[in-house]
């Protein structure tokens, strides 16, 4: 709770201000800042989530809102790795295929994308609110997982197209200098964040049902970004 606390406090007036950023530029939006709101219009239901979360947790005590809470919980555990995994294809596609990527610049392709990625996000967060679930640490390691490696793939594909790009050359042309630092971020937040929940899930069976569930993944799940 703590942590939820703290999340909040620092994530939604940060949200909120990328949102107003972008939301009143004079230009149409990028397409990687169509993927970069939809992902702070995420991490902002966390946010406001928080509050429910904690005053039924401690006072209200009702079933319903305790499955809203968690449905709403899953938006940002499933919906932000999947925005952030089409941030870094978008970035793979730029650099390793531009002409395929000069092709599909167009808008539409990326709302038609956030929409997708929506759907599965509402749908996959349904299904894991579904009481009983004995199998949501693997459905969800599982997910993130598979984005991850959809993500290492994009970076080490990104790192060789530019270090054959300009042989001979020490600097990198500013456009993919920008693109690969962008992977690597975000690369970097996703390793960081879900590393432990997928390095633990092997030595599930070192521990009693209760302590893996109650304890160690919770920890584990606390690094998670909102």
């Not at 169509?34 to 209200?60: G, R």
């Not at 001979?168 to 690597?184: L, S, Y």
């Not at 049902?209 to 970004?225: A, E, H």
Request: one cysteine or more.
């Amino acid at each position: 709770m703590t942590i939820e606390i703290l999340t909040a406090i620092l994530g939604l007036p940060a949200n909120v201000a990328v949102l107003w950023i972008l939301l009143r530029k004079q230009t149409t939006l990028s397409s990687s800042e169509v993927f970069i709101m939809n992902l702070a219009v995420m991490d902002v239901l966390f946010c406001l989530n928080v509050p429910l979360d904690i005053s039924n947790y401690y006072f209200l005590k009702n079933t319903i809102l305790s499955q809203v809470s968690y449905v709403f919980f899953n938006f940002n555990l499933t919906g932000s790795p999947l925005f952030l995994c089409c941030i870094c294809v978008e970035r793979y596609m730029a650099v390793v295929h531009p002409v395929t990527y000069l092709g599909l610049k167009s808008l539409t392709y990326r709302v038609v994308c956030s929409a997708v990625a929506w759907a599965a996000t509402v749908a996959f967060s349904i299904y894991l609110g579904i009481p009983p679930l004995e199998d949501t640490v693997y459905v969800i390691s599982g997910f993130i997982f598979a984005l991850v490696i959809v993500m290492i793939f994009c970076s080490i594909s990104i790192l060789r197209v530019l270090r054959r790009s300009a042989p001979g050359r020490d600097e990198i042309h500013p456009m993919k200098k920008k693109a690969f630092q962008m992977v690597f971020t975000i690369l970097m937040i996703v390793l960081v964040s879900y590393f432990p929940a997928l390095a633990i899930l092997p030595f599930k069976s070192y521990f009693n049902n209760i302590t893996f569930k109650c304890n160690i993944i919770t920890l584990c799940y606390s690094f998670f970004p909102q």
